[in-house]
């Protein structure tokens, strides 16, 4: 196994800096794994990231999403209960479900979006969620008085990203078995999304180093 391996990672120039088109080919040239492997791009950016106003959060809606569907949990009053179920939410939660989560703090879902007037109430499970990164946000398009809007743009495939403490973003940009015309739209709606998100005040080059890379698979260097 570790010769295959090693024989598809000598197909790679760490060297190398490959367009988008070359590197999507050596992604499935290189693979070596019989499931589905997930597509992940990493970039290291050039950011002080001790600079509140260097911090990197964005949204981008992947065209063909990620393969993976999140578990959205939509908090409304009793009248909007109907919109976000029809819409397609997989927990639809008010005040009672909001003392449960406080007194459990059991969390079932993966993302959460809410309405301005039930952001008062999320504050009793601020502790819960917060560190988990699901508290609602208006920053990351899920707090609105568009319910329908965030949960279906959620269930097509947006995405929220930010960085790490090292300066690096990472994201998940879809599955081997898309193909390479729709991996490279993704990987292109999420490079662009993240050039748009550079600070004002990050001097120098934004993008230092991206690499594309399948699970298991090895780090292929990009011209971004």
């Known amino acids: 196994m570790s010769k295959r391996m090693d024989a598809l990672r000598a ?3 760490k060297n190398k800096s490959y367009s988008l088109e070359e590197a999507v080919k050596l992604l499935n040239e290189t693979a070596g794994v019989k499931f589905d492997a997930t ?4 970039a290291n950016l050039g950011i002080n990231t001790k600079k509140t106003e260097q911090q990197i959060r964005a949204t981008v809606v992947l065209p063909h999403g990620t393969g993976k569907t999140k578990t959205v949990a939509a908090f ?4 909007k209960e109907k ?3 029809e819409a397609g939410a997989d927990f639809v939660y008010g005040e009672e479900e909001i003392k449960k989560i406080k007194d459990t703090g059991k969390i ?27 508290m609602p946000n208006p920053k990351t398009d899920t707090v609105g ?13 947006k995405v929220t990203f930010k960085n790490d403490d090292t300066g690096n973003v990472h994201q998940a940009v879809g599955k081997l078995s898309f193909g390479e015309e729709k991996l490279k739209e993704n990987i292109t709606a999420f490079l662009e999304t ?19 890379c399948s699970a298991m698979g090895p780090a292929i260097k990009i011209n971004a």
Request: charged letters at 30%.
């Open 11 to 13: 197909k790679v120039d």
């Open 39 to 42: 597509v992940e791009v990493h």
């Open 76 to 79: 409304v009053s009793p009248e």
């Open 83 to 85: 919109e976000a179920k």
């Open 108 to 134: 079932p879902f993966e993302v959460a979006i809410t309405t301005p007037d039930m952001m008062p109430k999320l504050a009793s499970i601020a502790k819960v969620l917060g560190p988990k990164g699901l």
């Open 145 to 157: 008085p568009n319910i329908k809007k965030m949960i279906e743009e959620l269930k097509k495939g």
């Open 194 to 212: 993240l050039k748009k998100a550079k600070p004002a005040t990050a001097k120098g080059t934004f993008l230092k180093n991206v690499i594309l």
